[in-house]
């Protein structure tokens, strides 16, 4: 047998190259009929090729490092550099080809959750490139419950995206102020997923978002595009001027989510059950998704 498996910390080795990670998988896709199995999973991959090209990140679409069909989704690596344009305005445009998509289809509505993240992976074009801890890390934030509770309570109707980013590429890129993306439009989450040994600090953004994720203060594209060339003190609307509280709304769903508080901050999304304590955040029974929208100046991580 040729390949050796190296032993951790035995010796120190070169890091491997840095590379971002997209991912993206399909609501629901486990409940389509057989027949629809095969379609929809060469369909998405063709989606997202579409969505880089209306963006244009022809290079991207060329140069995906160890891509990969999941059945469900996809996923690839590429240049960390181009993650500011995935960002924005990849995943709007992406989301606007989805609706498109699902307003004129005869078969079944796709409606992705994405993940970005990004880290040390190899890279050398051999068998095993890009996988390791981030590959991992990319896949559990996609399966957490944050992006899957907004993406079951918002309409299907409107949102046909929810991408969860992870901390480092919130702090690098965002709060770097590298990408259009506003930190305002993320929302700060606990990313755990059921049944394994994964908790981390992500952020959510929804580039179309629907019923009470606009009444909570989720700004749609549309509106934070407007207000980051708006004056350093805009008139605000009452419901999400600072200190004011909405009170009042309240969803029931089957399953999936619910969403309440305080549009100035909290935002509050109740579904299964999960318990989590954090700095500024109190969750009860029920599986909750807490986190405070960003807010303040660029260093200011609440």
Same mark, same amino acid.
């Given at each position: !047998? ?8 035995a010796?120190? &080795? ?11 998988d ?14 929809v999973s ?11 090209e209306?963006a ?5 679409r ?26 924005w ?5 992406? %989301? ?11 078969g079944?509505?796709?409606r992705l &959750?994405?993940?970005?993240?990004v880290?040390?992976?190899? %890279?050398?074009?051999?068998p ?8 991992? %890390?990319?896949h ?17 109707q ?7 980013i992870s ?7 965002v709060?770097g102020?590298?990408?259009?993306l ?33 009444? @909570?203060?989720?700004?749609? &594209?549309?509106e934070s595009? @407007?207000?980051?060339g708006?004056p ?11 200190g ?14 619910a969403? !309440? ?10 579904? #299964?059950s999960?318990?989590?304590? #954090? ?24």
């Amino acid at each position: !047998m040729s390949t050796v498996v190296p032993a951790p910390y035995a010796e120190s &080795r070169p890091l491997p190259p840095y590379r971002a990670l997209f991912a993206v998988d399909a609501k629901d896709f486990t409940g389509l009929p057989a027949v629809q199995h095969g379609p929809v999973s060469q369909l998405i991959p063709e989606l997202v090729d579409q969505a880089l090209e209306r963006a244009e990140l022809h290079e991207l679409r060329d140069s995906k490092r160890f891509p990969a069909n999941t059945g469900d989704g996809v996923v690839f690596g590429f240049d960390p550099a181009l993650l500011p344009f995935v960002l924005w305005p990849f995943l709007g445009v992406l %989301d606007d080809i989805l609706g498109a998509y699902n307003r004129q289809c005869v078969g079944p509505r796709i409606r992705l &959750r994405a993940s970005l993240h990004v880290g040390p992976l190899p %890279d050398a074009d051999r068998p095993g490139d890009g996988n390791g801890t981030p590959r991992n %890390d990319t896949h559990r934030l996609l399966d957490s419950r944050p992006v899957k509770a907004i993406l079951a309570a918002a309409s299907e109707q409107v949102t046909h995206l929810a991408a969860v980013i992870s901390q480092r590429v919130y702090e690098d890129v965002v709060l770097g102020a590298y990408t259009g993306l506003h930190p305002d439009r993320c929302v700060e989450v606990p990313a755990t997923v059921e049944g394994k040994n994964f908790s981390q600090r992500a952020w959510l953004y929804v580039p179309s978002p629907s019923g009470n994720l606009v009444q @909570a203060g989720v700004q749609p &594209r549309e509106e934070s595009a @407007a207000q980051a060339g708006a004056p350093a003190e805009p008139e605000q609307d009452p419901v999400t001027r600072p200190g004011t509280h909405y009170s009042g709304n309240t969803q029931h769903v089957g399953e999936g989510a619910a969403v !309440m508080g305080s549009v100035g901050r909290d935002i509050t999304y109740t579904g #299964g059950s999960t318990s989590y304590h #954090g700095t500024n955040q109190h969750w009860g029974g029920g599986d909750n998704v807490t986190g405070d929208k960003r807010v303040g100046e660029a260093g200011d991580r609440r």
